[in-house]
């Protein structure tokens, strides 16, 4: 991290003291499940006030993650702090300062989006009016005020991540920890739960940890893990991580590419990998070799194009296959 | 690297922002919290409600009439009738009953995702089962207390204190049927497994207790399941406290205080059991 962002960390979370710490501290964390080993030694840390993305296809082994920092799972070796309290041994004083937002909504849905409120301000020791001002405020900042008297089992999809969210920010987390919270949103409510979350994040100072398994939802994070068969393959910020990748991305298409390649390979330097019915290489030289490309192959390119190292072009480097081949055999 | 706290993690920085952060846990009133949503789910869904009123009676009308008139057990004393012996027994079934119903609520709760996030909140696992199991017992107790009030109609008449100490007792027992039930729910997914284990394990332990047929003149080994199933002294204090005008009525039985200390013993260590599978972490799966 740039030394400037650095301290401009310091100045807004923990100005008083002068002394920087990571808000979450990951040590060669490991753990199987049965014969299948879910995370192979994985560290990093997080500072204080980021928005860290955990990205990797399923069975990457970014849920597992997760549930060692929530702790609802022990890991079978290494160790994780948040705050400065290990999630193993400090248990409960961790549970103190998280607040989770589940994959599948943790919600009552027998009772109202109130009531889903209020017994969860219970369980963090908050009664009267103290309560009744937290949740107010957590209605009206996820737009949830006029359904509060609904029941949950009546809410979308959209308005239970939401709720679910509400009961996540009541308690005033400073560690806010959500496991794919966009799976089965559309596109719009996507865009408007993370214009959300980053909202609060400012105004509450929290540092956010969301797992996922969209590229593009990585790409808004201030920094990312790329989790791969359980071992890490990145640790960035998204354009830090592109910015790795030297050169250019070609895409070419065409009915003749595959019988050519070993003459791309030879003449130009360039070894390409299939990619669904393309096929992707990566050189220094885009657009000259994009021209002389067409040139050569004629009718046997359909079409070239020539594009700046996206994440999945990352994670193809770094694991020598596809972002959306990884992972089909489920978790 | 292992086990080795790495240098800053305890930095004042995030340790003041921490402190400012905290939130606290009030145990009792996140176990009152638990036992009120029980409640309220209870009587949002009529089904329920419905059931929870009908059964008692249909089983005491049924089960108590039906078998009455079929036999007629000579080691029953005196003039009590089949329907008359099987009451307390019908109590007993009640207060099992409903044990089953409301903790099957914790698989539900795990289905759903809601006890996901009970158990990372800061609230200790006593609490929860207190929450969890009271708002059963709650629900058992009230359908119990129903059929308590019909004890005049068989015949059965008893001092006032001897009803309060009735309803104690029913309490005792409630808690740790609710209490065991949720010791058996909090590893299963499914309902269909519990029910099973309900079928297998449960309904024998209340056939067993005395409910059905005394202990005297059965065969050997259930006597000595009989007398090792702590049922068995939760119903012989229910038989006493209802009889206790006439002492010739729960002759044969466990004393009262004997039964009390082992009905309230096997609730405690029911309640423990709860809150030790509770604390447990996850591990592996």
Redesign the interface.
Known sequence: MPQATLNAE?AG??A????????I?V??LSHS??ARRALAGVDFDVS?GELFGILGPNGGGKSTTFRIL?????PD???A?I????V?RE??AV????G?A?Q????????SVR?NL???G??????GSALRERMEDALVRTGLTERRAEMAESLSGGLRRRLELA?ALL????VLLLDEPTVGLDPRAREEFWRLVNELRQSQQMTVVATTHLLEEAAGCDRIAILDEGTLVGLGSPAELCHQIEGEVITLRGPGVARRLAEISAEFGLALQSEGESWRGVTLAGHDVAARLADRLGNDLESVSVARPTLADVFRQKTGHGFAEAGQDGQ | ??????A???????????GL??????PW??T???L??EF??FI??RHRVFGALGQPVIFLLLLGGGLGGSFRNPMIAGRQGYFEYFFPGTLLLVLLFTAIFSTISVIE?RK????????????PAWAIVLGKTLGGTALALVQAVVILLAAPLVGIEFHPLAWLGAVGVMFVIALGMTALGHLIAWRMDSVQGYHAIMNVALLPMWLLSGAFFPAAGAAVWMRVVMFINPLTYGLSALRHLLYLREPAMSAGLPSLLVSVLVAVGATAATLAGAVFVTRA?????
């Not at chain 2, 800053?8 to 921490?18: D, P, R, V």
């Not at chain 2, 952060?21 to 009030?26: C, I, L, Q």
């Not at chain 2, 972490?281 to 799966?285: E, N, Q, T």
Request: charged share 20%.
């Open positions: 310091l979370h923990t008083a003291a002068g002394d920087f710490s990571s808000a501290r040590r060669s499940y049965g204080s929530a702790t609802l799972l022990i070796g290494g160790n702090w705050l400065g309290h290990d193993v248990r409960d549970r103190q300062l998280i989770v589940f599948s909504p943790a919600l009552d849905i027998k009772l009531e209020m017994h969860h219970h369980l963090y020791g908050l009664s009961k308690t005033h987390p400073a | 690297m292992i086990g080795e706290k790495p800053g993690s305890t930095a004042t920085g995030s340790a003041n922002l921490a952060r905290k939130a606290t846990s009030r009133l996140a009152w919290s638990l009120r949503r309220v789910r949002r869904q709760d759903e995702g809601f006890l996901q996030s009970v158990l990372i909140s800061p609230t972490p996850v591990r592996g799966v």
